[in-house]
């Protein structure tokens, strides 16, 4: 392989690394059951996980009912009432407008 194309792969290779690394933020109390329900349903296959404090706790209810109607749209199954309260629960807390210690 010649050398500008070697530099050329290794520098691709190092942006991949770092785009990877950048998504890969890990979530406030990941452990919580909130966190984990968010995490295994809304980014498993679907997209990245956002950050909970990127968004008020009113754009997470939102976000989250837009989300239940485009699940439903491909025929997945949608959170049940528990799971939705639960996740809602938990990204309000971490939400841009939670106050207290959660944050």
Known sequence: MPHGLRALACLALV???ALVAGCSRSLPDSASPGAQLY???CAS???R???PGSMTSAMWEIQVDRMQQEVARHGLGP?????RR???SYLRAYSSDAVGDAR
């Open 39 to 41: 995490q295994a349903r």
């Open 49 to 51: 996980l956002y950050d």
């Open 15 to 17: 942006l991949r690394l």
């Open 45 to 47: 296959g679907c997209h």
């Open 79 to 83: 959170l049940t009432e528990q799971e």
């Open 86 to 88: 639960l996740v809602l």
